[in-house]
C-alpha cells in the first residue's frame, strides 16, 4: 500500500459514521462514472437499449426545431388573441 492510500485511509477513519458514509456514496459515484468513462463499448450499448426502450414506450419522435418553434409561435399568438377578447 502507498504511503498516500494509507494517509486516505486514515484520515478516512477519522470520520464520524454518518462521514463515511457520504464518502463511501462519492467514491462509489466517482468509480461508476469513471467505469463507464473507460468502456466507451458498454456506454454506447447502454444508450442503443435506452434508445430502443424510449422507442417502444413513445414510438419514433420526427419532429425538426423549425416545428418546435412555430408550434410555441402559434401557442404565444393564441395566448395574445384570447387576452384582447
Sequence with gaps: MSAL????????HQLDVEAQK???????????????RSNPDEWLQNARALRA???AKYGKLAFSIAEVIADVREERLNDLINRDR
Design 53 to 55: 426502450e424510449m422507442r
Design 22 to 36: 457520504r464518502v463511501r456514496t462519492i467514491i462509489d459515484q466517482e468509480t461508476a462514472v469513471q467505469a463507464q
Design 5 to 12: 492510500e494509507q494517509e486516505i485511509l486514515d484520515k478516512f
